[in-house]
């Protein structure tokens, strides 16, 4: 009998595995708590960056590692696991492998103790992206310094960022390696340089942060949804993209005549070239234009009637 359970205890995988390793563990973190007389707290981070395979094993054996052989007490002597993940991002794991009529709820909550803490610093990452935009390394010089690129880039950033389609360590590392100090579009007999437009020098960044024109595309179309509303705060936004929203309709003519795009006049007059109108404020009290829908279609008529 001796034998059977010394056997167990040294196999290793086995639950009740108690090899020295363990026991050196056990013996360390229990005279820490001695001398520190302070809790141990296990951390985990990252937990949704690993091997899709691997997640919910590590759930199962930390599970039964916590109240180990029924005596209430973790095998390690450890008194708190945290977990840091994104938990949505472990429930379409979770619905990949098993199956999205899986109930994942019930699953999961046989986990935690406690209820899942949901941390939002959207905030505090929204301060931060003015500084970093103008730390975004680039070989077009000082594209940061036009105040419409400026003003344009912070105000979609926060929300590729709120919606989790960018995060702050992508920004931290992009660098901007597409010069445009000689690259120009064309738009019927017309030639406009991409440095001289706000919105086009925009655009050209974001298909490079997101990857490509066509996820561009998809995640205007998608922040769309959310119905995000021009308001006062939101004018240069629509000075730098309604003319190419409206594009079909306005055709970059220069005549005195107002245009209309969802019910908002505006002209195109002496910044033609730079694609920035001038809005007729007075109108926008009586209509709600959405500003990533104003966007998405701002970015289609550019890969539509723009020959780069």
């Known amino acids: 009998m001796e034998s059977f359970i010394q056997d167990i205890i040294q196999r290793q995988g086995s639950i009740y595995e108690r090899n020295i390793v363990t026991q050196i563990i056990q013996s360390l973190i229990t005279n820490a708590k001695k001398e520190e007389k302070k809790e141990i707290v296990l951390v985990i981070d990252d937990l949704d960056r690993i091997d899709p395979e691997h997640i919910f094993r590590i759930l199962n054996i930390l599970s039964v590692h916590d109240d180990f052989c029924c005596t209430k007490e973790h095998k390690f002597k450890i008194d708190k696991t945290i977990l840091v993940c994104d938990v949505e991002n472990i429930r379409r794991i979770f619905h990949a492998k098993y199956g999205s009529d899986v109930d994942f709820s019930g699953y999961i909550d046989k986990f935690y103790s406690k209820e899942v803490f949901h941390f939002h610093n959207e905030d505090e990452i929204q301060k931060c992206i003015a500084d970093q935009i103008l730390k975004i390394k680039s070989k077009t010089s000082d594209f940061q310094s036009d105040r419409y690129t400026y003003k344009g880039l912070e105000f979609i950033l926060q929300y590729l960022i709120k919606y989790g389609y960018v995060n702050v360590r992508t920004l931290e590392r992009f660098i901007f390696d597409y010069s445009m100090e000689d690259k120009t579009v064309r738009f019927n007999d017309m030639v406009l340089t991409v440095v001289n437009s706000p919105a086009l020098i925009i655009f050209e960044f974001l298909k490079r942060v997101l990857g490509s024109s066509e996820d561009l595309l998809s995640t205007l179309l998608s922040i769309s949804s959310n119905k995000i509303y021009v308001n006062c705060n939101h004018v240069d936004i629509l000075e730098l993209f309604i003319i190419l929203a409206d594009l079909p309709n306005n055709l970059l003519r220069d005549d005195k ?28 009290s009586d209509c709600k234009v959405d500003c990533f829908g104003l966007l998405y279609d701002a970015y289609l008529n550019y890969k539509k009637h723009f020959v780069l």
Do not use: F, R
């Open 257 to 284: 005549q107002k245009n209309s795009y969802k019910g908002v006049s505006y002209m195109i007059g002496a910044y033609k070239k730079n694609l920035i109108a001038n809005i007729d404020y007075g109108t926008l």
